[in-house]
C-alpha cells in the first residue's frame, strides 16, 4: 500500500468537550517494513479518532530504509502529553511482518492488578511461527497474541497492496478492540487513495469475518 503521512495535525493539548467525557485511552505501536502501509494503518486510526472528536498524539519511526527498512508508529487516543509509548505500556500491537513483531514485542503491557494485557496482532503465513518460549512468556504475562495471514488473503482477494487493510479488519474483530468495526470502515473510506478503494474494503470485510470466527 502507498505510504502516506502517517497522524493529521493534533496539537498534543487540544481537547473538547466530547474527549473529556470519553474514557477512550489507549497507546498502540504499529509496526512493519517500508512499503507494507504501515503509514496508511496509523493515519486511518488517526482518522477514527479525530472524527470521533478524541485528542491524539503520536510519532513515526523510519528507520534506515523507505522501502524494506523497519518502520514503527507510536499511537496515544486519549489525554496523553508524549507521543512515545513506554516499554510495556502498549495496549495494542499491530505487526504486518513477523520479524518486525518479534521486535516491538516488548512494547505490550502485561496483565496487572486485574486488568487484562495488551492485544498483539501480526501478519504471518505460519500460525505457530513464534518461539514456543516467547509464546509461554507472553501467556504468562496475560498477553493475547492473534496471527493472521493476511498476505494470503490479499492474494486471494486479488488485491496485494491490501494486507495492512486487511490486519485492520481482524484486529477490529477481537471483542476488546476499541474501535468498531463500522467506524473503522468509514476511516478507511475517507483516507485510502481512491485507486485502492474498492479493493480494499472487500478485504476489510473479509478480514473482519475471519477475526471473528478465530477469535470466538
Do not use: W
Not at 512515545?84 to 500491537?93: E, Q, Y
Not at 516491538?104 to 494485557?117: E, F
Amino acid at each position: 500500500m502507498v505510504e502516506q503521512s502517517a497522524i493529521p495535525a493534533c496539537p498534543a493539548g487540544r481537547r473538547n468537550p466530547q474527549s473529556e467525557i470519553s474514557k477512550l485511552h489507549v497507546q498502540m505501536i504499529i509496526s512493519g517494513v517500508g512499503g507494507q502501509g504501515v503509514l496508511l494503518v496509523t493515519r486511518i486510526f488517526a482518522e477514527f479518532a479525530l472524527k470521533e472528536g478524541y485528542p491524539l498524539i503520536g510519532s513515526e519511526d523510519h528507520g534506515m530504509s523507505q522501502r524494506g527498512g523497519s518502520v514503527m508508529t507510536h499511537l496515544k487516543i486519549g489525554n496523553f502529553d508524549s507521543p512515545l509509548v513506554k516499554k510495556g505500556n502498549a495496549d495494542i500491537l499491530l505487526s504486518l511482518e513477523q520479524n518486525e513483531a518479534y521486535k516491538t514485542l516488548h512494547y505490550l503491557k502485561p496483565s496487572t492488578n486485574g486488568q487484562k494485557g495488551g492485544l498483539c496482532f501480526i501478519n504471518a503465513a505460519n500460525p505457530d511461527f513464534m518461539d514456543p518460549q516467547i509464546k509461554a512468556y507472553l501467556n504468562e504475562k496475560g498477553i493475547e497474541v492473534y496471527v493472521f495471514g493476511a498476505d494470503q488473503l490479499a492474494r486471494e482477494m486479488g488485491s496485494v497492496q491490501s494486507v495492512n487493510i486487511g490486519m485492520i479488519g481482524f484486529a477490529s474483530a477481537h471483542p476488546r478492540f476499541p474501535f468498531s468495526q463500522e467506524k473503522l470502515r468509514g476511516a478507511i473510506e475517507r483516507v485510502t487513495p481512491p485507486r485502492f478503494k474498492d479493493s480494499s474494503l472487500p478485504i476489510f470485510d473479509r478480514a473482519f469475518s475471519e477475526g471473528r470466527r478465530l477469535m470466538k
